[in-house]
Each structure stands twice: as C-alpha cells, then as structure tokens.
C-alpha cells in the first residue's frame, strides 16, 4: 500500500497538468493517457467499469486480478485526470468484507 501512495505522489510531481485543490488536499493529477500507461505497466490494472458523474465528469475504476491492486480514477471535462484513490487486496466480489446485520 506505502508503495501506491509514493505512486500517487511522484504522479503528481512528475506531470505537468494539474488542477488547483483546496489547501491540504493532495491529488495526483495529469495526463489520463500517462496516467493509464503507468496503471496498466506497474500495476496490471486495466478498467474494470466507470460511470458518469452528471455532466463534470467520467469516473472509471481500474483493478489487477494478478496484483490485487485498484484505482479510481476520475476524468474531468478539461481533459485531466486525476487519481482519487488507491487500494489493494481487490476482489470482483464481496463476500466476507461486508458487515452483516443492520447498518444503523
């Protein structure tokens, strides 16, 4: 997991195109195609679905059966993308990761 957050933050320092966050906020943002090259040569990530958020912008959500490892990745109108979240231990289904019972 140390391992994709370095991933995120050399991301972000080493592309040029970036959006403005609010203070405190990190992301790492840039060009989607470097930004999948990257997923699919490190990580063995390639995209798993996505879905639109309104008319703003594109999330996908990429993932490594082999590595375990996923993305979110959101793509705005601009063209940018950015990387929204990083994990590992993926699984296509969720058994035995979600509670059971009455959430409240």
């Known amino acids: 997991m140390h391992k994709r957050l370095l991933f995120a933050t050399f991301l972000a320092a080493g592309l040029a195109a970036t959006l403005a966050t609010p203070a405190g906020a ?6 989607r195609d470097a930004i999948i090259a990257k997923l699919g040569k490190d ?13 703003a912008a594109v999330f996908e959500l990429w993932a490594s059966d082999t590595t375990g490892t996923w993305t979110i990745l959101r793509t705005g109108t601009d063209g940018v993308s950015c990387v929204m979240a990083v994990g590992d231990g993926w699984q296509d289904e969720l058994i035995g990761l979600i509670p059971s019972g009455d959430p409240a």
């Open 43 to 55: 990580y063995g990530e390639i995209r798993r679905g996505g879905g639109l958020a309104g008319a």
């Open 26 to 31: 990190q992301m790492a943002c840039g060009e």
